[in-house]
């Protein structure tokens, strides 16, 4: 079982999430949604147990549960500012990127240095609602198991496949050998976002917030895109740029029957 003391660091900590292969998610919606044969131990107030005790029924054999925390102790241990009086230490969920690069049609986004743990979660959050096949990141982007990112994923970090990827360009270039489109969001596009067609295999990519892609990323894609922008706008934020993107391939895959 894990101390207190274990479990801030684990929370606090990227290089233990990913030695012990595990994450913290805090919260009753990111418990519920839990895969609860990868939930490996349990903390629940003394409050929050009193008033709930269907959240620890059906959980699998061998989850360690800790029910008799009091409130005070509880809020230390929190990452958030109201606790919510539940925090589940899950095993990372694993995915196949055979599986996803196999499908028909994939639709796919890469997040080149998207740093800010809000977008990276919001995008894998809007990726599942738009029906993305997968997300990729590069090595200089968010943590996506960081608790501020698990938190904006509201439990899609379970379900969207998603791997992070050593170098943007060259990924590109494998995934153009393998018949995926890449199209990226950038200031010198020559087409709007909605003159290109995304029915076959197709990539977004998305640059950080502040710089956009490399020159060396534009390079590789197959189309720079522009989403056309009213007043004195020049650019949206990296989950909004990427919102628009994967619910216009959406439209089009839906119109196409």
């Not at 390079?219 to 990427?242: D, F, H």
Request: proline content about 4%; overall charge neutral.
């Amino acid at each position: 079982m894990l101390s207190f003391k274990d479990i801030k660091f684990l929370m606090k900590n990227k290089k233990a999430r990913d030695m012990q292969g595990l994450f913290v998610a805090e919260g009753p919606r990111l418990f519920r949604e839990a895969p609860k044969e990868d939930v490996v131990q349990v903390l629940v107030s003394k409050r929050f147990g009193a008033e709930h005790p269907e959240y620890l029924q059906g959980l699998a054999a061998g989850t360690e549960v800790v029910t008799d925390i009091d409130e005070g102790r509880f809020a230390s241990l929190s990452d958030t500012r109201t606790p919510q009086g539940i925090i589940a230490i899950v095993k990372k969920p694993v995915f196949s990127i055979d599986n996803v690069l196999g499908g028909a049609c994939p639709l796919l986004v890469l997040l080149e240095n998207v740093q800010d743990p809000g977008n990276a979660g919001t995008v894998l959050r809007t990726g599942e609602a738009a029906g993305v096949t997968a997300v990729f990141l590069t090595e200089g982007s968010a943590d996506l198991y960081s608790p501020k990112t698990v938190r904006a994923t509201m439990g899609s970090i379970y379900r969207v496949p998603h791997f992070y990827v050593p170098d943007a360009a060259a990924f590109l270039k494998e995934m153009k050998g393998r018949g995926i489109a890449s199209y990226a969001a950038h200031l010198r596009g020559t087409s709007e976002y909605t003159d290109c067609s995304y029915r076959g295999g197709s990539l977004f990519v998305i640059g950080n917030e502040g710089n956009g892609i490399t020159e060396e990323t534009a390079a590789a894609c197959s189309s720079l895109i522009r989403i056309p922008m009213m007043g004195r706008v020049e650019s949206l934020n990296a989950a909004m740029a990427a919102c628009v993107l994967m619910f216009e391939a959406q439209r089009q895959r839906r119109s196409q029957g």
